[in-house]
């Protein structure tokens, strides 16, 4: 499975962002799909996951409340809305595919995007 995630840029603190990622090369609804972020001089971590057919969601304490994610399973593409940005918000953020959208542990997911880097300014 390929993945490729799109749509970060700068955006001011507040504001709000769109991330996609496009699914290619496997059946996209045999997996679930998350978002992890990496801040400079941090590990990575956990942001979001949303299971197969979109029935179920987990979030990360940080973000839950501001970010929103989905799937639309016919476009092989899931989705990451960012809303209330803030400057801690600012990191690279890759999208994951995996059969367990519970964990939040980076290597019980199987695939990996190339990341999109997102600016949050104060």
């Known amino acids: 499975v390929q993945l490729q995630a799109s749509g970060g840029g700068l955006v001011q603190a507040g504001g709000s962002l769109r991330l996609s990622c496009a699914a290619s090369?496997?059946?996209?609804?045999?997996?679930?799909m998350g978002w992890f972020r990496q801040a400079p001089g941090r590990e990575r971590e956990f942001v979001t996951a949303i299971s197969r057919y979109g029935g179920a969601t987990s979030f990360a304490d940080a973000v839950e409340g501001r970010f929103t994610i989905s799937r639309d399973n016919a476009r092989n593409t899931v989705y990451l809305l960012m809303d209330s940005l803030k400057p801690e918000d600012t990191a690279v953020y890759y999208c994951a595919a995996g059969i367990y959208y519970t964990t939040q542990t980076n290597r019980d997911w199987h695939y990996w995007g190339q990341g999109t880097q997102v600016t949050v300014s104060s």
């Open positions: 090369g496997g059946t996209f609804s045999d997996y679930d």
